[in-house]
C-alpha cells in the first residue's frame, strides 16, 4: 500500500486550498451568522469539479474515489470552511447511487450532485431508535404501484438546501425482527414531508431539521435500486465514505486551529521580549495536538486507500479507526487553540472558538465515539457484543 498522492491529486490539494482561502473562516463564519448558507462556496467548488471527484465520468463526475473526496473535505476545512453537507451529499449520497442506484436514478440525480447544482442528503437517525439502527420505525407500506412512507426522522443536516432526501425505512412486511432497511428518494417539497429546523449551539451554515413523515406518496422509482434487496447494501455502501470524509474533515479543521494558534503564540509577546510560544507550556499542549491530528490524517489516507482498492471489510475497520482518531484530534486542537490565544480565543475575530460546537458534535455525529468503540471492541478485539 503506498500514501504517495499521484500529481493528480496534489493538484487538487492546492486548488482546493486556494479556493477554501479565497472564502476563509471569515466567510463561513458570516454566513452562519445571518442564517444563510455558503451558497458561493458551494456553486463554486461544484464548477470547479471538486464536488463530484468521486463520481464516475459518465454522470459527470471526475472519476476519482474517496481519496479525492477526503482531499476536498479537509482542505476546505483546514482553510476554516468544514462544510457537513460535503459529507451528506457527494460522499453519502454519490455513493449510495453510484453503487447501487438503478441507471435511471443514476442518470437523474448524479450530473447535478456531481457540479453542486443538485443535493440530496441523507435521513437515518431517529428520536426513538438513536443509535440503535435496528429499531428504525419509519415505515413504508406499498400503495398501489408507489409507497406510503410514515415515521419521524431527527437531526437531518441541510434539508432546506436539497432537492431530495435519502430517507431510511423498513417495509411493513419487515417491521418485526432483524432490519431490512430500504432506502427512498423523497423530494424535500413532497405533499406530508414536513419539517422544523432545530435550534442547535453550533456555528454552522448547515442547519438540522426534525422530519415527520405524514402519508407521503411515493412512485416506486424513488425506491433505491433495482428491488428491496438493494437497501441493506445501499445502507452500508454510505458508511466507510461518511466515515472517512467526516474525518478528513475533522482533520482539516484541527489543521486549521493549530495554524492559527501557531501564528499567534508566535508573536504575542507578554513577558518581555519572548513569545508565548517558548513556553513550553504553551507549545507542548499544541504539537501534542499536532501529533494527534497528525496520526488521524494518516489513519484517513488509510481507510480511504483501502476504500479506493475496494477492499471494504478493512476499510470499514480503518474508516472507523479514523473517525474516531479525528474526531477527537479535532476536540483537542480546538480546545488547545481557544487556550493558548487566552481571551482572543473567545472572540470571534480570531476564529477558533466558533468552531468549538462542531468539533464537539463530531464526537457524537455521525456516529459517536462510544458506538465506534463498541465496533473495534466486538469486531477487531473479538468481544463480546454489549448491548
Ligand atoms: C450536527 C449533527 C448533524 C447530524 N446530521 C445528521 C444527518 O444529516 N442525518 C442523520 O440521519 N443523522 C444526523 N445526525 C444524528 C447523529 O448521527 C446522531 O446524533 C448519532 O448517531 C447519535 O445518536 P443519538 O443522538 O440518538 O444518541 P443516542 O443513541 O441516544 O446516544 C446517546 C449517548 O449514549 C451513547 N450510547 C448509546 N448506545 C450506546 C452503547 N450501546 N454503548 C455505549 N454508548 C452508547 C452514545 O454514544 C451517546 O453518547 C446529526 C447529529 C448532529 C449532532
Known amino acids: 500500500m503506498t500514501f504517495d498522492l499521484t500529481p493528480e491529486q496534489d493538484q487538487l490539494r492546492d486548488a482546493v486550498r486556494a479556493l477554501g ?15 444563510e448558507h455558503t451558497t458561493e462556496l458551494w456553486a463554486e467548488a461544484g464548477r470547479l469539479g471538486y464536488l463530484g471527484v468521486n463520481i464516475p465520468t459518465e454522470y459527470g463526475g471526475g472519476g ?9 473535505c479537509e482542505e476546505l476545512a483546514a482553510a476554516g470552511c468544514p462544510l457537513l453537507l460535503l459529507v451528506v451529499s457527494p ?13 435511471e436514478q443514476r442518470k437523474r440525480h448524479l450530473p447535478g450532485l ?7 442528503v441523507f435521513a437515518i437517525t431517529e428520536p426513538e431508535a438513536g443509535s440503535n439502527f435496528h429499531r428504525l420505525g419509519t415505515v413504508a407500506r406499498r400503495d398501489g404501484d408507489g409507497w406510503l412512507l410514515n415515521g419521524r426522522k431527527c437531526y437531518i443536516s441541510g434539508v432546506d438546501e436539497a432537492g431530495h432526501v435519502l430517507v431510511v425505512a423498513r417495509t411493513e412486511d419487515s417491521s418485526t425482527g ?4 430500504a432506502l427512498f428518494l423523497v423530494p424535500t417539497d413532497a405533499a406530508g414531508l414536513t419539517r422544523s429546523k432545530l435550534d442547535m449551539e453550533i456555528v454552522s451554515p448547515e442547519n438540522q431539521f426534525l422530519l415527520y413523515l405524514d402519508d407521503v406518496r411515493v412512485p416506486a422509482d424513488a425506491l433505491l435500486g433495482e428491488s428491496l434487496d438493494a437497501g441493506l447494501p445501499a445502507l452500508f455502501a454510505g458508511l ?3 466515515r472517512i470524509t467526516v474525518a478528513a474533515m475533522g ?76 474526531g477527537e484530534a479535532a476536540a483537542l486542537a480546538v480546545d488547545t487553540a481557544v487556550q493558548v490565544l487566552g481571551g482572543a480565543g473567545m472572540t ?9 460546537g462542531a468539533v464537539r458534535a463530531g464526537r457524537i455525529a455521525p456516529v459517536s465515539r462510544e458506538m465506534i468503540l463498541n465496533f473495534v471492541a466486538q469486531h477487531v478485539l473479538g468481544q463480546d457484543k454489549s448491548y
Open 91 to 103: 460522499a453519502i449520497a454519490a455513493t449510495v447511487l453510484s453503487r447501487h442506484g438503478t441507471e
Open 178 to 181: 432483524k432490519l431490512k432497511p
Open 348 to 356: 470571534t475575530e480570531y476564529g477558533v472558538a466558533t468552531l468549538l
Open 251 to 326: 482533520a482539516g479543521t484541527g489543521r486549521y486551529a493549530i495554524e492559527r494558534a501557531s501564528e499567534y503564540t508566535a508573536t504575542r509577546k507578554v513577558w518581555g521580549g519572548r513569545s508565548i510560544g517558548s513556553h513550553q507550556g504553551v507549545s507542548h499542549p499544541l504539537a501534542h495536538a499536532a501529533v494527534q491530528v497528525e496520526l488521524a490524517r494518516l489513519m484517513i489516507q488509510k481507510a480511504a486507500t483501502l476504500y479506493d482498492a475496494g477492499r471494504d471489510l478493512e476499510a470499514g475497520v480503518a474508516g472507523n479507526m479514523a473517525k474516531y482518531a479525528a
Open 64 to 72: 476519482g474515489g474517496i481519496t479525492d473526496l477526503a482531499i476536498v
Open 114 to 120: 456531481a457540479d453542486g447544482s443538485q443535493k440530496i
Open 21 to 35: 482561502r479565497r472564502y476563509g473562516h471569515g466567510y463561513f463564519v458570516e454566513k452562519a451568522k445571518a442564517g
Open 240 to 242: 466507510n465514505p461518511e
